[in-house]
């Protein structure tokens, strides 16, 4: 069976890459260099030039682009067995294209962008370079009979690129193949005609329908697209077997968790500065911030809460992370005795500073809580929510003291007899460390 190798193709790509980039340098490098020496120039002068830069441009390297395709085409033929005719080369005038380009493009210069507008015309002067190559390969591959398949040339891969590329060599036209479109980023998908029984070294269509569903699933994850894009690019570079698909969709979990974590942190440190100072200023002989330097949550603890949230809420992960209240979180440390009145008052003076009281979870009055304390959710004049907690010294200790039993509780595997065993005896010592917390007099009265 006869093999197109990977390094005759990335020969090719590499090539055919080098004369595009010249075609561009060469135009836009004449059009800067025209409108900086002339910079009076009237639109119909720029216009005509700029016409005849990637006019020039294109004939100086479209040829090359021609021949390199008629190269590796006439390679194919042999490599396949077939005797073919000598290959044609396109000599397409696109002159006509050009000039409606380039005075479409001309609206970038009359707006005052001349980089832009020379970037443009170098652009349409690597395009039709490329088209030269492309049109080489069509017209021959039309004159011999042959079909199309689309060929992954690069680390990233769109999951429509994956679509056309696990047809094979399918398809009956260049264009059904999407030759011309780049449908992601950086993407050198080639469109190649392939003789019969010919295959490419690298590109196998079932693996990369095996990529497809996995680019899918991918898709459909609610990952970041810095997560989504590493995740396909390394399938793309490996076989896509269900042990590498499941790692890459893990470790794209992961670093969407991440990325999510640290813009949620983000966010509230534009906040911090000024819920701290307020809520310092409301500081007095009978309650204090207790644990200010915490107030933040760590970027790793708080992936791992969107992770474990999202997985057990069925949440995609950027809605696990806007649930997530307490990125921000403060605790106030109140006398047993005036805690009830430390509540309100510090709710009233936060009020009249534009803070909205969200919600408030009071378990301090309930003495078969294994938890005890005032949680509350509040939100800034600016619509960001924190988690603001009410303790006294007693429930504040045994909420430290309950915590570290909960980690150890809510790891364990309590499908097993011993599992259960522990969890039962974990929340009967929770219980039992947070029956004996005083309860502050009017606690009661405490509620939205």
């Not at 690069?154 to 696990?166: I, K, N, P, Y």
């Not at 942190?265 to 310092?280: S, Y």
């Not at 004049?381 to 039993?405: C, I």
Request: net charge negative; charged share 30%; aromatic share 8%.
């Amino acid at each position: 069976m006869a093999t197109l190798t990977r390094k005759l193709l990335s020969s090719y790509d590499s090539r055919l890459a080098t004369l595009e980039g010249a075609a561009y340098d060469y135009a836009s490098g004449r059009v800067s260099a025209f409108l900086a020496e002339f910079p009076k120039a009237t639109a119909e002068q720029v216009r005509e030039f700029a016409i005849g830069a990637v006019d020039a441009a294109v004939s100086a390297y479209g040829d090359g682009a021609s021949g390199i395709a008629a190269e590796l085409y006439e390679g194919m033929a042999e490599a396949a067995g077939r005797r073919v005719k000598s290959a044609l080369i396109d000599t397409s005038d696109v002159s006509g294209y050009v000039e409606r380009e380039v005075r479409y493009q001309l609206r970038k210069w009359l707006a005052g962008d001349s980089e832009g507008f020379a970037e443009a015309c170098g652009k349409k002067a690597k395009d039709q370079v490329q088209r030269r190559a492309n049109q080489t390969m069509r017209i021959n591959a039309k004159r011999d009979g042959l079909r199309y398949a689309r060929v992954p040339m690069g680390g990233e891969t769109c999951t429509f690129c994956a679509m056309l590329a696990s047809n094979g060599f399918y398809y009956k036209s260049a264009k059904m193949a999407g030759e011309g479109n780049h449908y992601h980023e950086n993407c050198r998908c080639k469109v190649i005609p392939g003789f019969d029984g010919m295959e490419v070294e690298g590109y196998d269509p079932d693996e990369w329908l095996a990529r497809w569903g996995a680019y899918q699933d991918l898709d459909g994850m609610g990952l970041t697209e810095e997560a989504r894009k590493a995740a396909k690019q390394a399938l793309s570079g490996a076989a896509p077997t269900a042990k590498a698909i499941e790692a890459a969709k893990e470790a794209a979990r992961q670093q969407s968790a991440t990325e999510i974590a640290a813009r949620s942190i983000a966010k509230a440190v534009r906040q911090e500065t000024d819920v701290t100072k307020a809520l310092q200023s409301l500081e007095s002989d009978t309650r204090h911030l207790e644990g200010l330097n915490f107030r933040l949550k760590g970027e790793g603890s708080l992936a791992r809460k969107i992770l474990s949230d999202s997985a057990d809420k069925g949440l995609r992960l950027s809605e696990a992370a806007d649930a997530i209240t307490d990125v921000l979180r403060y605790t106030y440390q109140c006398d047993t005795d005036t805690l009830a009145s430390d509540f309100f008052e510090i709710r009233e003076h936060l009020e009249d500073l534009g803070y909205d009281w969200v919600k408030v979870k009071n378990s301090l009055g309930d003495a078969a809580a294994p938890y005890r304390g005032v949680n509350t959710k509040v939100k800034t004049p600016d619509g960001y929510e924190f988690e603001l907690q009410f303790h006294t010294a007693e429930s504040l200790e045994v909420k430290e003291m309950n915590h570290r039993l909960y980690e150890e509780q809510r790891v364990l595997d309590t499908s097993t007899e011993e599992g259960k065993a522990r969890f039962d005896e974990l929340a009967d010592t929770m219980a039992s460390n947070a029956s004996g917390i005083a309860i502050p007099p009017g606690i009661e009265k405490v509620r939205l």
